[in-house]
Nanobody, 113 residues
């Protein structure tokens, strides 16, 4: 059974940092595309970042502030988020597969003073 479990969300002040984790099991971790996607309150899904092997991509809205990475030994995906803004408030999901085949349950990130 494929499982993706996100953690690391929470409440942070503007300008602060958080690191999200996504622990994967039941799949060949390094063999497919992994992404972070977010959904802000009342809005649709927004792609945030992608990693495939050593290649990374970022949405313009997070470029220079967020860093995606993996620890293949731990089958874990990360998203380091720095200089957080109120508009980064959202539920963050990790996904696995070229076609967004598997999703985690999401972790809430709230940026507020």
């Amino acid at each position: 059974e494929v499982q993706l479990v996100e953690s690391g969300g929470g409440l942070v002040q503007p300008g602060g940092s958080l690191r999200l984790s996504c622990a994967a099991s039941g799949l060949t971790f390094s063999m497919s595309t992994m992404r972070w996607v977010r959904q802000a309150p009342g809005k649709g899904l927004e792609w945030v970042s992608t990693i495939f092997r050593d290649t990374t991509y970022y949405a313009d809205s997070v470029k220079g502030r967020f860093t995606i990475s993996t620890d293949n030994a731990k089958s874990t995906l990360y998203l380091q988020m720095n200089s957080l803004k109120s508009e980064d408030t959202a539920v963050y999901y990790c996904t696995y597969g070229d076609g967004y085949d598997y999703w985690g349950q999401g972790t809430q990130v709230t940026v507020s003073s």
